[in-house]
C-alpha cells in the first residue's frame, strides 16, 4: 500500500528530470510508473478480494495522523484509478505530440494527482481524505491551466477558487466534528449516526466533496474546466477526480446522515436538478467537450439520486446503493472512452467546435465503432454498461414510490429520471451525427478530413488504447450478474447498507421498458427540438443558451469579487468617521472584556479573562492616541503594499528562474522586459548560464503579443505547487526511512 502512494511521487520527480536529458524518456517513464502502479493495483485488489484486509497507520505523522485501510469498495476503485491513469498516458504520447507543450509540467503534476486520488480511496479517517483531497485539488490545477491561454487561467482561476475556497468550508466542519466525536475515523462516524450535534458539521463537510463532484450549485468550474485541459487530463477529471467528490459524500451522507430523511429529501432533490441541468446545458452546447463535460454534470446526477434514494429506504436501498457504485464505475470507464474519443478528433481536427467538426469521422472506422459504443453506453442502450447502472437506480426510485404510500412526488421524480436519460440519448445522438454522417458545409475542411486517412487515422498506441476502453463497457453491459454485481455486493458495507443478495433481471420487460420510454424521449427531443431550434442548414448548430444565464458571472463573481470587498471598505470608511474611533478603541475592546469577565467565573482562566483583555485594551488604547486612526487608514495600509509588491518581486524572480531552469525550455524574456530590475537580473542570469552551458534546454524569445505568462495569483500557485510537491517527496522519503527500507 505504502508503495502505491510512494511511487507516484517518485515518477513525478523522475520523469520531467529524464525529459530534460531526452524528450522520449519523460513520456516512457511516465507510462512506465503508470503501468506499474496499475500492477500494484491490481495485486492489491486480487489480495483484499480473496479475504485479506490491509491497514496502514502513521499515528505521529502531520499531528493528527494518517490512517489507511482497504476494502473491496477502495481497493476496487484504486484500480479503476490506476486502469485510466494508464491508457490517458499512453493516449498522451500522440496527443502531445501535436499539441506539446510544458509536457514536463504535465507529466509531474499528473503522477502527484494520481498519488492524491489514490490516497483518498485509500484513507481511513477524514484527516487523511482531506490532506490527499487537497493535494489532488492542488496538483490537478495545472491540468486546467495548461495551454496557458486567456480562457484556460480564467477557467484555472475558477477551479482553484471553488477548490480552495470550499475545503476550507469543509475543513471547519472538520473542526466541529473533532471537537463533538474526539476523532475523525469512518468508525467514529458510523458510531455517531444520527447525533443532532454533527447534523451542521456534515453539511459543512459536503460543502467541498459536493463541489469536487460537480453537484450543482457548486458546479460552475466542471464545464469549463474539461473544455480547455488535455483531453487525457479531461478523461480523468471527469472520470474520476469528480469520483473522489462522491467518495466523501458516501463517507459523510451513508454515516452520519443516512437516517436523516429530511437530507435525503435534500440530496434527492439536487441530484435530480443536477441531472437535469446538466442534460440541458449538454443539448444547447455547440463544444464537443464541453458537451461531454455537461454530460458529467448530468451524470453526476444519477449517482446522487441513487444515493439518495439508499438513504430514504433505509436498510431496504440494498438495490439503489448497487446502481450508486454501479454507475459510479460505469462513468468512470464511459468518460474516459469518450473524452479519448474527442482528443483523438482534437489532435487531428484542432478545433472543439461542432460546425468545424462535421464530417471529420466519416470513414474513419474504428473511431466511428469506438465512439458509438461509449455514446449508446452513455445513453443506456441495453447491452452496454450505462444501462446496468441506470435501470437499478430507477428501481431504486420506483421502490422508493410504493415503500412510502401516499407520496405522488416519488412518481413524479421517477418521470423527470426518464427525462433526463432522454435528453441523454438526444445530445449524444446531435454529436454522433454531426462527427459520423453530417458532411462539412466547407469542402476544403472535408477533403482535409478525408485525406487523413480511413480506418482510425491514429498511431496503433492510440488505437489500441481506445479499442481497450470499450472492452469494459461490453463486458459489464452483456455480463452484468457475473461482473457488475459481484462488485457492487462486495462495496455494500463501505456504503453502510446491506448487500444485494439476488440477482437482477436486468432484460426483462418492465426494465426494457423504462429503457425504451427513455430513448423514445430523446429521439423525440432531437427531431422536434435540437433539429429545428438548434440547428439551421445555411448556419448549422446554433449557439441559443443566454450568455447572461451563467451562474459565475451572474452571481459568484460579483458577490465574491465586488460586493464583498466593496461592503469591506464601506465599513471600514463609516468605522473611521466614527470620533475618535470609539467603537474600534472602546466599545469592542469593552464588549470583549465583559466576555471574558463572564469566563473569568470558570475555573483556571484568568490568562484568557484578564490578560487578553487587558493587553487588548492597552493596543486599542494606543492607537486610539493616533490622529484620526492613522494607523489604520495610512500606516496599515502602506506596510501591507509593500511588502506585497516585495513578494509578488520574489515571487516572479524565483518562478522564472525555476521556470526557465526546470519545468519549460524557454525563458520569458519579454516579459522580464517588462518588469522591474530584480526580474530582469534573474532573467538574464539564466540567458548566461545557458551560453555557458549549464542550463539544459532551450531559449526562445517570444513576441509581446505571444506572452500571456504572469500574474501575482498564478507565480504564487504555481511556486507553491513546486513546494507541495518536493514537501510531499521529501515526506515520503521520511516515511521509508523509519520503516528501514
Known sequence: ???????????????????????????????????????????????????????????????????????????????????????????????????????????????????????????????????????????????????????????????????????????????????????????????????????????????????????????????????????????????????????GVIVIGMNILGDNSVFGHVILGLGLFTMTLGAVLAVFSVNLKRTLACSSLSQIGYITVGLSCAMLLGHHGALAAAGAVGHMVNHSLLKLCLFLC????????????????????RGKILLHIVFLLGALGLAGVPGLNGYTSKTMIHEGLVELAEEIEGFSVYRFCEWVFLFA????????????????????????????????????????????????TVVPLLLIGLQPNHILLPLTQASASFLNRPALIHEVMFFSPANLMGGGISLVIGVAVYLLFVRTALYSRGKGYLNRWPKWLDLEEFFYRPVFARFLPWLGTTAAAFLDYIPNSRLVTVWIPNSIAAVFSFMDRLPDSRLVAEWIPKGITAVFSFLDHLPESWFFMKLLPGVCVAVSRVFDSLMDTVLLFFRSLFLTSRTDLQFAKDHNPITRLSCAITETLYQAGL????????????????????????????????????AILYVFIRMGV
Open 1 to 247: 500500500m505504502i508503495l502505491m502512494l510512494a511511487l507516484p511521487l517518485i515518477g513525478a520527480v523522475i520523469a520531467p528530470l529524464m525529459g530534460k536529458i531526452r524528450g522520449g524518456l519523460r513520456e516512457l517513464f511516465l507510462r512506465l510508473f503508470t503501468l506499474a502502479e496499475l500492477a500494484l493495483a491490481g495485486f492489491l485488489f486480487y489480495r483484499v478480494w480473496n479475504g485479506e484486509e490491509m491497514f496502514l497507520w502513521f499515528p505521529s505523522m502531520l499531528g493528527l495522523g494518517l490512517y489507511f485501510y482497504v476494502d473491496t469498495f477502495r481497493a476496487l476503485y484504486a484500480l479503476l484509478a490506476c486502469f485510466m491513469w494508464a491508457l490517458a498516458c499512453q493516449f498522451s504520447l500522440e496527443y502531445f505530440a501535436g499539441h506539446g507543450g510544458n509536457r514536463g509540467r504535465y507529466a509531474c503534476f499528473t503522477l502527484i494527482t494520481l498519488c492524491g486520488v489514490v490516497g483518498v480511496f485509500f484513507s481511513d479517517d477524514l484527516y487523511t481524505t482531506f490532506v490527499f483531497f487537497e493535494i489532488m485539488s492542488i496538483a490537478s490545477y495545472p491540468w486546467v491551466a495548461h495551454e496557458e491561454t486567456p480562457g484556460a487561467m480564467r477557467a484555472a482561476q475558477t477551479y482553484l477558487g471553488v477548490s480552495v475556497a470550499c475545503g476550507m468550508v469543509t475543513l471547519m466542519g472538520m473542526f466541529l466534528a473533532w471537537k463533538e466525536m474526539g476523532s475523525l475515523a469512518f468508525d467514529a462516524l458510523r458510531a455517531n449516526s444520527g447525533n443532532p450535534r454533527l447534523i451542521l458539521p456534515a453539511c459543512l463537510m459536503l460543502v467541498g466533496y459536493c463541489a469536487k463532484a460537480g453537484m450543482v450549485p457548486l458546479h460552475i468550474w466542471l464545464p469549463k474546466a474539461h473544455p480547455v485541459a488535455p483531453a487525457p487530463a479531461s478523461a480523468l477529471l471527469s472520470g474520476m477526480l469528480t469520483k473522489t467528490g462522491l467518495f
Open 342 to 361: 474527442a482528443g483523438a478528433v482534437y489532435m487531428k481536427a484542432h478545433t472543439l467546435d461542432l460546425n468545424d467538426l462535421r464530417g471529420f469521422g
Open 421 to 468: 436519460a432522454g435528453l441523454t440519448t438526444a445530445y449524444m445522438l446531435k454529436l454522433y451525427i454531426c462527427l459520423f454522417w453530417q458532411r462539412n458545409t466547407d469542402e476544403h475542411r472535408q477533403a482535409h478530413y478525408d485525406e487523413l486517412g480511413h480506418g482510425c487515422s491514429m498511431t496503433f498506441r492510440s488505437a489500441l488504447v481506445l479499442l481497450l
Open 695 to 730: 542550463v539544459p534546454g532551450r531559449l526562445v524569445r517570444r513576441n509581446p503579443d505571444e506572452t500571456q505568462y504572469g500574474n501575482s495569483l498564478t507565480n504564487a500557485i504555481s511556486f507553491g505547487l513546486l513546494i507541495t510537491a518536493i514537501g510531499i517527496v521529501a
